[in-house]
């Protein structure tokens, strides 16, 4: 879709990131959580797995297309943003309506608001625009080990602010997410200079 091409090591460094940022992601057993109610629940590991595959498939397709769409017209980021943030809230309204229509009407909407919640909804439209800044002067793929070493930073910046103990899994995971942003960087494919032929004393010279 995007008329792109990449090396072997940056394939390679995709896989790496994949399997690094799994590792970060994946959390201990839990000997209690075996016990109780959770050992009554059926478990469907293929579902789960398609379910997950699926979902992989769609916000990946979502990016690339988001990507094409941004770099292939005429509108501003700020258009296009404002175009899907419409769309958006017609969704978040409608499941919000749904889900907790009864409870909105008595409350009122901004029940519950207070400074840590609008602090969390101005950084979450501030990623927004970030994140579409960075599709459209940069890529989809770069904007994915973005969000991938925001994850690895954001368990760090836990075990300041929220106990979080870093384990051997943990620093494994790391690990391979800033090896794979090494690989992928340093074996970037450097684009090719564009063609331009110039007429100089009725000859044509290629630049």
């Not at 059926?42 to 094409?68: D, H, I, N, T, W």
């Not at 760090?156 to 620093?171: G, K, P, R």
């Amino acid at each position: 879709m995007l008329r792109k091409s990449l090396n072997s090591v940056q394939w390679l460094s995709l896989v790496v990131l994949f399997v690094g940022i799994s590792i970060v992601q994946l959390q201990p057993e839990n000997s209690s959580s075996k016990s109780g109610e959770d050992s009554s629940r059926q478990q469907r590991p293929l579902l789960g797995l398609f379910a997950v595959f699926v979902s992989c498939l769609m916000s990946g397709f979502a990016g690339v297309y988001f990507e094409k769409i941004l770099k292939g017209t005429k509108q501003s980021i700020w258009l296009r943003n404002i175009q899907l943030g419409f769309l958006g809230a017609i969704m978040g309204m409608v499941t919000m309506e749904i889900k907790e229509g009864d409870r909105l009407r008595m409350q009122g909407f901004f029940h519950g608001y207070d400074s840590m919640v609008w602090l969390v909804i101005v950084l979450q439209s501030l990623g927004g625009l970030l994140v579409a800044v960075v599709v459209k002067y940069a890529d989809n793929i770069l904007k994915g080990f973005a969000a991938s070493s925001a994850i690895v930073v954001s368990c760090i910046v836990s075990v300041f602010f929220f106990d979080f103990q870093l384990s051997l899994q943990f620093v494994a995971g790391a690990s391979l997410v800033m090896f794979s942003v090494y690989l992928y960087s340093k074996y970037q494919t450097m684009p090719q200079p564009m063609r331009s032929d110039v007429v100089s004393n009725g000859k044509v010279r290629a630049i």
